[in-house]
């Protein structure tokens, strides 16, 4: 005579699958303070003052690791000019102490006609073209939470002409360390390490790759005294160049111009802005076995409950509750290491098929108890066929969605 699960087994494990997606919903959804910080990027101007450059990157294959792309130059209006009667002749004189404000507010310089602001330049002279250049020697301390690291590189800024005074300011980070080996008219050398931040995307974590940035500009200069071009040729790696647990899928850099939304009257001066980019991605292989083989070892051990008799029902029903607590705790884990985000990444596709697999084992096992004693048999052959067909075809769903 087949013995029949207690209904204390039932409830068990009826508790077990609501705790679990509990948990799940739980360390889905919840955000500890700090992990909402994003990278917010300034916001561009409205079509009114549509001014801006449209930059024109160009990028090298993913193989060479010495990618570099740069904008097509925009002339515009162009650099600082001194009055005559300046006591010191010899000292620069800012755009903004030029300005005039006759009838108070803002002060703009008269007869201006490409930019208003005050922080524009009067001048009738070219805009100085500045190549720069980053030797990157290593990237430490990725935080995949934050989207924050550390940078190591050497910056060169280079031009025919005279640069301007410069202030280098890095809209995506702060620099700790700024050791200027070089400063002549026509050539800057800097060795700077800092802490940088860009936002992650984990749609195909664990198989994801990151961009990480490298941001540069001029803190109070516009496109009227410089521009900023690539240096094709000292954009690249260090020999020793590190990344521990990534490796590199391609290097990129542009030139841009970036607008902000207006701060005060008439602020529609443009700005330059250089942009390092190195693309990094982890190692297939680690990532297959940190996450995908642990979740399918869950399935099939779970699987082996459906050739377990219908005479051994008390066995066969405490089957499923040990894989779906692991389940959830291997999942909990994984989304430890994340940050929340508004999208499901692959890794959380696959433990949605590893949930759905395990509920389709314990409702074969459910339906055993809602038929007679003399059909268990029959439902037993059924769902040793079905159950097993329907996972393999839910979980390759969910590692191919």
């Not at 720069?132 to 190591?152: C, H, P, Q």
């Not at 982890?282 to 996450?291: E, G, K, L, N, Q």
């Not at 059924?382 to 979980?395: F, G, H, N, S």
Request: hydrophobic letters at 50%.
């Amino acid at each position: 005579m087949v013995r029949r699960p207690s209904a204390r087994s039932l409830s068990f494990q009826l508790a077990a699958l609501v705790v679990a997606f509990a948990v799940v919903l739980y360390a889905r959804f919840w955000r500890s303070p700090g992990e909402a910080e994003a990278l917010a990027a300034p916001a561009t101007r409205p079509a009114s003052a549509a001014k801006a450059i449209v930059p024109a990157p160009s990028a090298l294959p993913a193989s060479n690791a010495q990618l570099v792309a740069s904008a097509a130059p925009v002339e515009a209006p162009p650099s600082v000019a001194k009055p005559a009667d300046n006591a010191d002749a010899g000292a620069p004189v800012d755009p903004i102490d030029l300005a005039v404000a006759p009838n108070g507010g803002v002060p703009t310089h008269p007869g201006a006609t490409l930019y208003k602001s005050p922080f524009a330049a009067p001048g009738v002279a070219q805009p100085v073209k500045i190549k720069v250049g980053i030797l990157l020697n290593s990237i430490d301390d990725y935080d995949i939470k934050t989207g924050r690291y550390n940078a190591d590189f050497f910056l060169s800024l280079t031009s025919e002409t005279p640069m301007p005074s410069i202030r280098l300011s890095f809209p995506n980070g702060k620099v700790d360390t700024n050791e200027q080996m070089a400063d002549k008219p026509t050539f800057k050398l800097y060795r700077l390490v800092g802490d940088f931040k860009s936002p992650p995307n984990l749609r195909k974590y664990p198989f994801d790759s990151q961009e990480l940035k490298i941001m540069i500009e001029d803190d109070f200069r516009g496109i009227d005294q410089l521009r900023f071009s690539v240096d094709k040729e000292r954009t690249q790696l260090a020999r020793g160049f590190r990344a521990l647990g990534w490796q590199v899928a391609y290097l990129e850099a542009r030139s841009t111009s970036q607008s902000y939304p207006d701060r005060f009257e008439n602020d529609d001066l443009i700005y330059g802005r250089y942009a390092f980019t190195i693309s990094l991605e982890r190692y297939a292989t680690s990532a297959a076995f940190t996450v995908f083989v642990p979740a399918f070892v869950i399935v099939l051990i779970s699987l082996l409950g459906m050739w377990v008799p219908p005479g051994e029902m008390e066995v066969r029903s405490n089957a499923g509750a040990p894989m779906l607590a692991a389940a959830v705790l291997f999942h909990f884990a994984l989304m430890q290491e994340l940050p929340a985000t508004s999208y499901l990444t692959r890794a959380d596709k696959l433990m949605l098929g590893v949930y759905v697999s395990l509920a389709l084992g314990m409702l074969s096992t459910w339906w055993m108890f809602l038929v007679e004693e003399h059909n268990q048999d029959k439902v037993f052959v059924v769902a040793r066929i079905v159950v097993p067909v329907l996972t393999v075809i839910v979980m390759a769903a969910a590692c191919l969605i």
